[in-house]
């Protein structure tokens, strides 16, 4: 009797070990970064939260020097019928960088997004950060966000 006791222990155990997911991580030049608790892991590369959606996107060298950035908002401001669409400057992970920013009305009430691009650890990159406020400076960006993209140093 004791080594079946014993034997369904075991098993307990091995089942739950198994059962325990790792945290959702999103991965971004190489680095790994724990999603935040509440928010869920749309894809590999979007992490989509109450008050921020962001995705991560890599970009061809060619295609960041020959505007892709820039022709993706104006797509993306044509689909959502963006207002004020005004160009700035940024940091992504430290790195100069600039953005687009623009707001649009949803049926929440306001959304504002952030297309920021440019080169980070070697990698041409653009992020796209919807915020539910209009992001002036840093304190408007989440905390996960803001590993991504910022305002200033």
Same mark, same amino acid.
């Not at 005004?86 to 790195?95: D, K, P, T, V």
């Given at each position: 009797?004791?080594?079946?006791?014993?034997?369904?222990?075991?098993?307990?155990?091995?089942? =739950?070990? %198994?059962? $325990?997911?790792? #945290? *959702?991580?999103?991965?971004?030049? @190489?680095?790994?970064? +724990?999603?935040?608790?509440?928010?869920?892991?749309?894809?590999?590369?979007?992490?989509?939260?109450?008050?921020?959606?962001?995705?991560?996107?890599?970009?061809?060298?060619?295609?960041?020097?020959?505007?892709?950035?820039?022709?993706?908002?104006?797509?993306?401001?044509?689909?959502?019928?963006?207002?004020?669409?005004?160009?700035? =400057?940024? %940091?992504? $992970?430290?790195? #100069? *960088?600039?953005?687009?920013?623009? @707001?649009?009305?949803? +049926?929440?009430?306001?959304?504002?997004?952030?297309?920021?691009?440019?080169?980070?650890?070697?990698?041409?990159?653009?992020?796209?950060?919807?915020?539910?406020?209009?992001?002036?400076?840093?304190?408007?960006?989440?905390?996960?966000?803001?590993?991504?993209?910022?305002?200033?140093?």
């Amino acid at each position: 009797m004791k080594a079946v006791y014993a034997l369904l222990l075991l098993v307990f155990a091995a089942v =739950s070990s %198994f059962a $325990q997911a790792p #945290p *959702a991580q999103v991965d971004f030049c @190489g680095q790994q970064y +724990e999603v935040p608790a509440g928010a869920t892991l749309v894809s590999p590369y979007e992490v989509r939260a109450e008050k921020f959606d962001i995705v991560l996107m890599y970009l061809n060298p060619a295609d960041l020097r020959n505007g892709a950035p820039a022709d993706y908002t104006k797509q993306r401001v044509k689909k959502v019928k963006g207002k004020e669409l005004q160009e700035i =400057s940024c %940091f992504i $992970q430290g790195a #100069p *960088a600039k953005a687009f920013k623009y @707001g649009y009305a949803t +049926e929440k009430g306001m959304a504002y997004e952030l297309l920021a691009y440019g080169v980070t650890k070697g990698q041409p990159v653009m992020i796209q950060l919807t915020l539910d406020v209009d992001p002036y400076n840093n304190v408007e960006i989440p905390e996960f966000a803001r590993q991504f993209v910022h305002f200033d140093k």
